[in-house]
């Protein structure tokens, strides 16, 4: 591994001063950046303003996407929002991780993507070269996924009032018979799987935003996964939980499933496959790539006994080729996610409380 003294040396220094505190204090009576975090606080948010004032048995699975029937199909229904800034960045831009995050979000579910709405914010003084540019990218990654953009709608916003280009869209798929993937499914003696390498596509919209250089070319790992989850539910439909470790990246997912399900988790440190180049990068700004977002990588609850034939299968997909056990669910501490480090002593992965790195989808 690259010496971190040398490598941040040779660094610009960062302008922190767009940057918000990552551990906002508890009980404010205004938002801050980290509701939107994927942590603690968006959880809270979430649990005392939007369940309440919805209710609802199919909104309180709270998984990546919704599990209805309707006219007796069963269907998976999400929708997400992209305020990504930069726009474009190595690997992809705003009209990818549209797609892409709503695709993942019904995966997640074991469905496979039909048909997609998209919705546009626009600033007012924004160049419609760089909205068609947004607009070609996101046409691009839907047809790359499979699935159709087949409605949408358009609102601008004055000047100064927004980001340039802010994008919704919402998915609905088919969810096959047979197959139950939810975060309460999860028990003890399953196989904690992950597809492959994290912190990707946060550290590359990181370097980006930034200006920082770390030496080598990171790129976001932004992909559709809807071929990678069908080819493991063909080794065997009863895979417990599937879960997409965006925002609060892999560290917020683990928690998320082993409160759900009320199990406890360990996993090995060094098991996890964290890149030399994300490794790096998050040593210099201080990060902990367990909590930095992934927008190609999903991770998988799975029964003991289907572990091996499901991994196998994922290493033999493009977008599973670096996949890798990393732990097992646990009876002892249920709700609690523990790492065995290096040097055999263990550490707790709690759920971070905001976000480390803001705005990165």
Not at 108 to 135: D, H, K, N, P, W
Not at 149 to 175: F, H, M, P, S
Not at 267 to 292: F, M
Request: negative net charge; glycine residues 14%.
């Amino acid at each position: 591994m690259p010496d971190t003294d040398t490598l941040a040396g040779t660094l610009p220094t960062p302008d922190f001063s767009n940057w918000s505190c990552p551990l906002p204090l508890r009980d404010h009576p205004r938002v801050v950046m980290g509701h939107g975090g994927g942590g603690a606080l968006s959880a809270e948010l979430v649990e005392h303003v939007f369940a309440p004032a919805f209710g609802g048995p199919v909104l309180a699975a709270l998984g990546d996407s919704a599990a209805v029937t309707l006219g007796g199909v069963r269907l998976a229904f999400s929708t997400d929002s992209y305020v990504v800034r930069p726009l474009f960045f190595p690997g992809g831009s705003i009209g990818d991780l549209a797609v892409n995050g709503t695709v993942n979000d019904l995966a997640m579910s074991g469905a496979t993507a039909a048909y997609l709405s998209c919705g546009f914010i626009l600033e007012e003084g924004v160049e419609t070269a760089q909205v068609a540019r947004v607009a070609q990218a996101l046409g691009a990654a839907a047809r790359a996924a499979g699935v159709e953009v087949a409605t949408g709608d358009t609102k601008v916003v004055e000047a100064g009032r927004g980001d340039g280009i802010y994008l919704n869209t919402a998915g609905i798929g088919l969810i096959p018979a047979g197959v139950d993937l939810r975060p309460q499914r999860a028990e003890p003696g399953d196989v904690v799987i992950v597809s492959g390498p994290i912190g990707l596509h946060g550290v590359a919209v990181m370097s980006v935003r930034e200006g920082l250089e770390f030496g080598v070319d990171v790129r976001s790992d932004c992909a559709p996964l809807g071929g990678l989850v069908q080819a493991m539910l063909a080794v065997t439909p009863d895979l417990h939980v599937l879960r997409d470790p965006t925002r609060g990246g892999l560290g917020a997912s683990l928690n998320e499933i082993a409160a759900a399900a009320g199990v406890g988790v360990v996993v090995q440190e060094r098991g996890i496959p964290v890149p030399p180049e994300v490794a790096n990068a998050c040593a210099i700004l201080g990060l902990d790539p367990l909590y930095v977002a992934n927008e190609g990588k999903l991770v998988a609850f799975v029964p003991r006994q289907h572990a091996d034939a499901v991994l196998e299968t994922m290493r033999a997909h493009p977008y599973g080729a670096g996949a890798a056990v990393i732990g097992e669910c646990v009876t002892d501490h249920p709700g609690m996610v523990v790492a065995r480090t290096a040097l055999g002593g263990t550490r707790v992965i709690d759920l971070p409380v905001g976000e480390q790195l803001p705005r990165i989808c």
